[in-house]
């Protein structure tokens, strides 16, 4: 029986691009695989779903679950996973940066032996500045706090076996860091470097907020060394706060400061490491907090093409 890829569209308000994806992705050689295409409409608020319902109905491998409502990139991600039902799953994005010519070298990747093959981005076009400077230097704070296993400069863009995709489903994670996830479990992987271009049309959907959001849950996620941060800030300011009372204390017999003034200095000196100190904790208690409420992940409001079966 010839073997099945599933690749995974998550998309978001994305009608400018959706279509060429579509041909792009329709036309493009899999090594002669059976292809299902899961569209993951993450509550889009224009077209976006009505152009799918379309490829839908003009084509029996192009699959469709919709969500009720916008609850974010991973889980999209994970909704398809939930409902791939190939020897593999792909994962690319909506907008072609990620060339999908690309998935034919991870494919050859899959069938010598490996569990994942991973794409890395060896150069970004189209990216500000501030963009590839933040990408760099999360990576970089990420392993340095416990996540070297996570490779550098990669993405959700990937191949990943049925094992793969069965650890995932498993997994009862709300607050998901895909790629991290699939890294921890350590599952043979390798990367396959390619060329990231600029979006094929439309805006890019990952605000500064959510790509905030998602550096918090990788981190988060994979290391608890930030909640150990104030024992080390406070090891450090412990014998700064000693020597800079001694000496305040003598410039104050001295006559040259007035004890306001170092009063001051260490009330918000202690203040600021109080707060830092809780912030850090919230967002671990917030997480807890979620995990604990257990909600689902996601809610579909409809599907398309999926045989009773396989939903």
């Known amino acids: 029986m010839k073997k099945r890829i599933s690749i995974i569209i998550p998309c978001f308000n994305e009608q400018a691009v959706i279509e060429k994806t579509y041909e792009t992705l329709t036309h493009t050689d899999f090594g002669g695989y059976t292809v299902e295409y899961i569209f993951v409409d993450d509550g889009s608020r224009d077209d976006t779903r009505k152009l799918l ?15 009720t409502r916008n609850f974010g990139h991973q889980c999209a991600v994970s909704a398809g996973i939930a409902k791939a039902g190939g020897d593999a799953a792909v994962i690319i994005d909506a907008d072609l940066q990620d060339p999908p010519a690309v998935i034919l070298e991870m494919i050859r990747k899959w069938e010598a032996g490996y569990q994942i093959a991973y794409g890395k981005r060896v150069k970004r076009k189209g990216e500000s500045r501030l963009k590839k400077c933040t990408a760099w230097a999360y990576y970089r704070v990420l392993r340095m706090l416990g996540g070297s296993y996570i490779p550098r400069d990669t993405g959700d863009f990937r191949l990943i076996d049925k094992k793969v995709v069965d650890f995932l489903n498993a997994i009862p994670e709300r607050n998901r860091f895909l790629r991290g996830l699939t890294a921890w479990a350590g599952f043979s992987s390798c ?41 080390y800030v406070g090891a450090v300011l412990l014998p700064m706060s000693l020597v800079y009372g001694v000496a305040a204390t003598v410039l104050v017999i001295l006559g040259i400061w007035e004890i306001g003034y170092v009063l001051f200095a260490l009330v918000f000196t202690i203040l600021s490491v109080t707060l830092v100190s809780l912030g850090i904790m919230g967002l671990y208690l917030s997480r807890i907090y979620d995990e604990a409420k257990g909600r689902p992940m996601y809610m579909i409001g409809e599907e398309i093409n999926f045989n009773k079966e396989e939903t």
């Open 191 to 231: 990367p396959v470097e390619y060329v990231r271009e600029e979006r094929a049309a439309g805006e890019t959907k990952y605000t500064l907020k959510k790509m905030f959001r998602l550096a918090g849950d990788g981190i988060t996620s994979f290391s608890d060394k930030p909640l150990k941060l104030p024992l």
């Open 53 to 67: 319902k379309r490829f839908a109905s003009e084509n029996k491998q192009v699959k469709v679950v919709g969500f």
